[in-house]
Every structure is written in C-alpha cells, then in structure tokens.
C-alpha cells in the first residue's frame, strides 16, 4: 500500500528524508523554497507542489522539516500556507526542531481547521537522515503518530510518543542542549591536550577505550583536528538549539551553567562567520581564545 | 609523542604474539636485581598462555614465571581503586607486599595472601617495583618522599610506579626524589573507577622510564585492558587530567539535561533512553543516569576527586595560557556539592548542585 505524502523543506535532512520514503514505495510531493532543490527528488520520481499549500491540497499527510521556528511557521501561516488548505482528515507532521510554544501554536491552528497535529523532531543528522537511522521523538495525537508509524519506520531506527505537543519540542531541546556543551567540553580537551604537547590523536584512543566513549567524539574528532567541518549539523541550527533549551530553562528557573557557557562558545563561533560549518567548527573558537604566552 | 597502546581486550585467552615477542625480547636486558627469582633459560613453552582475565579463578598454580609478574611487588594505597588493583595481582599469583595509611584496610588483601609492612620504606626495600595509588598530590609527596616514605628505601635496580592522579609539578617532584636513589620512575594513572578496578579493565595513561614501563607492562595487563607510553614524565599527568575534565564536563552537562527534562514534565529516564539511542550515547549516562534519577549515588568515583582533577586540570590550561569556560562552569558546580556535603558519595551527586534545595542523601 503505497502511502502518498506531502513534503516540505529538501534542506540536509529533508532531502535526505524524502529520498528514503521514495525509496521505501512511497508517492511523495514536495517542496522548497528554493524550487531547484526539488529537481533531484523529482529524478527519484518525487511530483513537485508549486507552494505549500499545493501540496496540502494534494496530500491527506504532510512532513515539513524546516531549518528554525521561522520557517516552520512561515510555511503554515504565510500566503499560499499549509494552513490555506488543511480541512478535516488531513495530518501535518512538523519533524523541524522548534521551540515549544511555536509547535503549539501550529497545532492549534491545524486543529482549529479540522486537522490533525504531530510534532516529531528527529535526533540524528545527515547520516543518520540518510541511512534511516534517525531518533524520532513525536507528540500531539496519537491516532496521527500510529498512522505515521511506516513512515517513521523508513525514515528512523526507533520512534517515541511522548505526549502531548510540545513534550517532543522539549525532548529534542534538551538532546541537544547535551550534545552542544559535550562537544565544547570535548573541544577544551583537544586543545589542552595539544597545548601541553600531547598527541590529540591519542587522547581519541584513551577516549574511546573509556566511559566516556561515544559516536560523536569518534566520528568528529578526527576531521575536528584537521580542522575540517562539512557541515553535517550546520552551527547556526547548533547554537539556535542551545538558546531555544536556555530559553527554555530561563522559564523553568532551571539551573544551567555549563549550557550557559557552551552557547557562549557556538555565539562567537557564529560572530566569526562559521554558522554553516558543522557544528564542531566551534572548535576554532575554542583554539583560538589561546593566545601563546 | 607516540603512544604504544596494547588492547588486550580482544586476546583476552591467548596473548597476541606481539606480547609473547616482547616477553622473549625484554627478559635478557632486565637487571639481575629486578628478577626475584632466576627465569632464564626462557621456559621452552609460551609463557602466557593463561587467560590474562581468568586469573582471579586460577590457583596458585598460575606460575607467573615472566619478568614483571616475578618479581616482587609493593602497594602502596588500598582506597577504592587500590585495593581490588592490588587483589588482581595476588590472584595473578604475584608477590605482593601492601601498606596502607589505615592498616585495617590491609587485611582483606593480607588474607589473600599478601605480606604486610608498616612503612612506604620497608615496603620500598623489600621489593622490586613499587607500585603507589593515592587519593591526590600531598598524599603522593607524602607516601614517596615524606618520613619513611618509599624513597627513603629505593636504590638502583628498584622501580616505582605512581598511580595515583596527580599534577604534572607533582610527578616530576616525586620522578626527581625516585631517580635521585638510582630507582626507575614510571607515572601510570589509571582511566577507570571502581568497577574497570576489580574487572582488571583498567588504561594506564604511563610517562617516565621506558625500560621500566616494559618491566611492568604484564603487571599493567593484570590489572588494566589497555595502556599507552606517552613519553617524559607529566605526560600521564596530562593525558589523564585532559581526559577527566572533559568528563567532569560532561556529567555536569548531563545533570543539566536530566533536571531540565524533569523541571519541563518529561521522563528523565525517557531522556536517558533516547540518548543512548544516538550520537552522544556514552557507557557513563547509561550506567549513572538510572541512579541520578532516584537520587542515589553510589561511590565508584568519589566527587572530592572529581573536583581535585577539574582543579588540576584548570591549573594545566592556566600554565598554558588556555581559557577552559567549560571545566571552569563545571568546577564551580563540584565545588557547590562539596560544600553541600557530597565530597564522599559518586561525582554524579553534582547534580545535587543544580537543584533548588541541596539534598545530602542519607548513607
């Protein structure tokens, strides 16, 4: 049963996405801002929506995966949105990372027309988008997350419903809040280890011999010290990750220093130019508050 | 600097060749003194044949009859780490001579089998290596080079291989005091707590005499699963603090995430699951972030030494001009739950310094 489905947004993970569900016997209908990006996916026999709300108007279940909040509610709330079309029975499942309230007031809006809302941010990056390994972490209607289960079996390694919108938001936040200071802590490491005149390639090893062992030190650490950063996970989406989970503390009144400290570091790493680098280019940020003595 | 690793984790019932050549290579050059018994002739057969990690169920039959496991061996230190390192080397059939602060501490390992001295010094006299595994850099000064201490019995031909987890000034004043009777030194702080200890799955991070870290290396594979040469002394001290501070780090970032998650009406241990999952997933969260969850935090790694290494660590970064806001956020934090009266339990009760309300859990 071929499942036909809607998809917004052919960034490094959607195109990534939708050429798995392609793959994977499903009709896909997409778009992009930028329409060009749509021609390889057409060559995997993709059909293209003119604007959004062409493809809401064509598909019963929609994906988007957008970059940042902006966009997300751009694509649902602008002239020729998703919104102009969804009605009763249509699904939109937002897979972009946004903050809690923007999800919510998709869903509401999805809602107020007759729809049906998941929210369902993904843990993993380009690779992982590719081989359709990725962590989804879901939420809103449940009725919406079962039907969606094959499209998330192609497109992940494991799904989590977590409740009500926002709870995946929040998840998602958290995950990377985590995953950016770790990178900064890892980062420290390696410059201190070059510093006092030890081999960074053999802090790799001890480190992966250890508790601390883990896929991103291995995978990063190597090209880290070549200082080479094909963006995988792009910094500015790294550092708007760590704001979004800051904010997120901020409102809680949730203690938050190391984090603090971390987005200090992807800042700086944006202000000197290197916001579409993978997100381990914060690493020239950190080698570069050394100044030799 | 390169680093000599040997993983014996994927030979762990045979010896890979490269150890077997090494044992028939080094035993002629070693020193009459080091050798306890005479070993050469080189027995007809290999010599390792035992399964390295089988040892504590082998009897006294397991003649270690090689160079470093021959000799005779001192232990200085018997806390959480040094005791099961010193037991590991008893049920590997080594002679072992321990001391401790507290004597009491000896007699699990004197039931074992092991001789006791009253002194760092007599311990230093009576054997060929030395090892020592204290709590931080005065108790190390003060077990190598204080009264009585086990310079104070080295010489020439002797080995002493400090364990511990100190600075790099530190290890140099103790290499200093060792050399300066004609011992060998050897840095080797250990990579792994309490559990790695008694499982003999430690990494020794070693710097120092070279002639003694071959000496020593089958004593290290009893106790550890891998170690690596680094080169001059404070090398160990380096690598070690660099890799426990960016841990120290980390579980203060993984802290963060399991109270934010609680504080915004998620599962924490939803949370743990779905890291496990993906790219940050370290055997470290997966082991601990169970207990942080309930609030207990049982002690592999206590967080008074946690926070003595971010401490050291910092010191390192300071002496070469490197800012480390990371470690230095996190150092702040260690401080805060030492305060609170959590220096003793795991350095994973840290997550007790985010929290509104300081909790010392009961014990």
């Not at chain 2, 390295?52 to 959480?80: E, H, P, W």
């Amino acid at each position: 049963m071929a499942m036909e489905v809607g998809f917004l947004g052919l960034g490094i993970m959607g195109k990534a996405m939708a050429t798995n569900l392609l793959r994977n016997g499903f009709k896909v209908t997409v778009w992009n801002r930028t329409l060009s990006k749509c021609d390889e996916l057409v060559e995997h026999g993709a059909s293209i929506g003119e604007t959004p709300a062409a493809v809401a108007k064509k598909c019963k279940c929609i994906i988007a995966m957008l970059s940042d909040p902006s966009a997300a509610l751009s694509v649902v709330f602008d002239k020729d949105g998703v919104l102009e079309e969804i009605c009763h029975g249509k699904g939109y499942i937002d897979m972009s990372t946004v903050d809690a309230d923007t999800s919510l007031k998709i869903s509401e809006a999805i809602i107020s027309k007759g729809g049906h809302f998941l929210e369902a941010p993904v843990s993993g990056s380009k690779k992982p988008a590719e081989d359709g390994q990725l962590v989804i972490l879901a939420a809103g209607e449940k009725a919406l997350y079962e039907e969606a289960i094959l499209a998330f079996n192609v497109l992940g390694k494991k799904s989590f419903f977590l409740g009500q919108v926002g709870n995946g938001a929040k998840m998602k936040l958290v995950v990377n809040m985590i995953m950016g200071s770790m990178m900064n802590a890892f980062s420290e490491g390696l410059v201190l280890a070059g510093n006092s005149g030890l081999d960074p390639h053999t802090l790799l090893d001890v480190l992966d011999l250890g508790a601390i062992a883990n896929p991103m030190f291995k995978l990063k650490g190597p090209t880290m010290i070549q200082s080479s950063y094909s963006p995988a996970f792009p910094l500015k989406h790294q550092q708007k990750d760590m704001r979004l989970a800051l904010a997120l503390g901020d409102e809680n009144a949730v203690s938050m220093p190391v984090a603090a400290a971390a987005n200090e570091a992807f800042k700086k790493a944006r202000s000197l130019g290197l916001g579409d680098l993978d997100f381990s280019a914060v690493h020239e940020t950190v080698k570069d508050l050394h100044y030799p003595s | 600097m390169t680093a000599l690793a040997l993983v014996k984790s994927h030979y762990s019932h045979q010896l890979s060749s490269t150890a077997m050549a090494m044992c028939s290579s080094f035993c002629p050059q070693i020193p009459n003194q080091l050798r306890a018994r005479p070993i050469c002739p080189f027995p007809p057969k290999p010599l390792f044949t035992l399964s390295v990690n089988a040892f504590s169920s082998q009897t006294s039959n397991a003649s270690a009859k090689a160079d470093g496991l021959s000799a005779r061996i001192g232990f200085l230190g018997l806390g959480i780490m040094g005791s099961p390192m010193a037991q590991n080397l008893i049920k590997a059939g080594c002679d072992v001579t321990v001391w401790n602060r507290t004597k009491s501490k000896c007699d699990p390992l004197i039931s074992l089998g092991a001789k006791y001295k009253s002194s760092p010094q007599e311990v230093a006299v009576s054997c060929d290596v030395t090892f020592a595994m204290l709590a931080d850099p005065e108790s190390a000064v003060e077990v190598a080079c204080g009264k009585h201490g086990a310079a104070s019995g080295l010489s020439s031909g002797k080995g002493y291989v400090d364990v511990s987890t100190v600075d790099g000034a530190t290890a140099k004043l103790i290499s200093g005091h060792v050399r300066a009777t004609g011992a060998s030194f050897l840095e080797a702080p250990v990579s792994g707590s309490k559990k790695p200890a008694e499982d003999g799955q430690l990494i020794f991070l070693t710097a120092g005499d070279k002639s003694l870290y071959e000496m020593a290396a089958p004593l290290l594979d009893v106790m550890g699963k891998s170690r690596f040469y680094l080169g001059d002394v404070g090398n160990g001290a380096a690598m070690k603090l660099v890799v426990n501070m960016i841990m120290g780090s980390m579980m203060a970032s993984f802290s963060e995430g399991l109270l934010l998650s609680e504080k915004v009406g998620l599962d924490p241990s939803v949370l743990v699951e779905i890291v496990s999952q993906g790219a940050i997933s370290a055997p470290m969260y997966s082991t601990k972030g169970p207990s942080m969850i309930q609030s207990l935090y049982p002690t592999a790694f206590p967080l008074k030494h946690q926070q003595k290494d971010l401490r050291l660590a910092l010191g390192l970064a300071e002496s070469v001009s490197q800012p480390t806001p990371m470690a230095a956020a996190a150092n702040e934090l260690y401080k805060v739950a030492k305060s609170g009266g959590l220096s003793d339990q795991d350095f994973s009760a840290v997550i007790e310094a985010l929290k509104a309300k300081l909790q010392n859990p009961a014990k």
